[in-house]
């Protein structure tokens, strides 16, 4: 029996990755902590309340004598961290909870890790145990037309978001080049996929284009990011979890950079012929005030999480694009639920002005 501690598992990522770990392993246990913040909704789990192999605690990664008594109570042999504030455009508004999320909630983990895992006297660690961060490709800065980010590319964050991933991954190096905790990193590109709460480009463009409201593209469009299917991300984070080398940084993506007026018009294109909707078409499409210090290019090199552990991703962007669609169209209520309430504030105070 293995058992899983693991942070955030209430927003996309996170669901993505129980539902998988549940669907792919019997023997297993998921300790999930998740604060339940805008972001984590715990009618993703619904499907799972009854299986005993998920436990849900909702608690804040910040919390000291919480997170000590889920390390004394459960003994996890793995910590993955996914909680975290992730949206960029809410850390350009309001900084501050991206510090105290994920730098201190990590700086958290990382300790009562080290309470229960750590004998001071012998300088050695339990056996067996390991902290997973998860992180991002964004903690690189951005690329210009050329080149990729490698494992070894210095960190460059330019977002306040990015800039306390970073930060945290620095921490986690640190409890590993201090203490020699076993620690793995990884840092993926953009996912997409279901789930997603509807801040991010692609829920937000299939939520706007089945309403027939204007899709706000920041600036020129032209912007890249790297798409990753989240299930393929899951995958990757099983097997760094389980065989990541401990004190690797793995990045995680697979050449499927696309700029973001391609993502949008893709949307529109899909969309019109699922819905044989003639209002639905490129004249929605709105360009915006960009985003301050906006990125222009991410793009991962996944050799060495390749010859390492074998991970690929599997799903082409063209395929995944059309199961994401279809999940949302299929999900009408998982939207208008999300939708409902401060997201209405939530658009107003980011899209009113631009
Ligand atoms: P998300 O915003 O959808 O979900 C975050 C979850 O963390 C939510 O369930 C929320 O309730 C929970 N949470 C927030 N603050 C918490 C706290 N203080 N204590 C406990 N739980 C808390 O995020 P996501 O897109 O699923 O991303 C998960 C992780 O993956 C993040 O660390 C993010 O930086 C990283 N990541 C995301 C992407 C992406 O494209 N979405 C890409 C690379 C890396
Ligand atoms: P996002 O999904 O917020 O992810 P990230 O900023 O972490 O990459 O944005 C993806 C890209 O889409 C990014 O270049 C910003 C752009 N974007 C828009 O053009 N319009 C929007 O309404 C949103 C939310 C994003």
Redesign the pocket.
Known sequence: MITYLV??????????FVHFMLSRYTDIKIVN?????????LENLKDIEDDERHIFVH?????KELVAGLMARYDPDFII???????VDRSISGPE?FV???VM?TVNLLQQAKNAWYDAGQKTWKPGKKYV??????VYGALGPEGFFTETTPLDPHSP?SAS?ASADHFVKAFHDTYGMPVNI???????GM???PE?LIPLMINNTKNHKPLPVYGDGMQIRDW?F?ED?CRAIDLVTSAGRPGEVYN?GGHNERTNIFIVKTIIQQMSEKLHDPEINESLIRHVEDRLGHDRRYGIDPSKIRADLGWYPETAFEDGIVKTIDWYLANETWMERVTSGEYQQYYERMYKNR
């Open positions: 942070t955030g598992c209430a927003g996309f990522i996170g669901t993505t902590l998740d604060a339940l913040t805008y972001a984590g909704n608690g804040n990664i910040c919390d961290n996914f909680a975290a504030e992730s949206h909870i105290t999320t994920n909630g961060q998860v992180s991002t490709d964004e978001y991933k990884t840092r993926c590109s953009n996912n997409y789930y997603q709460f991010k990753l989240v991300h995680i």
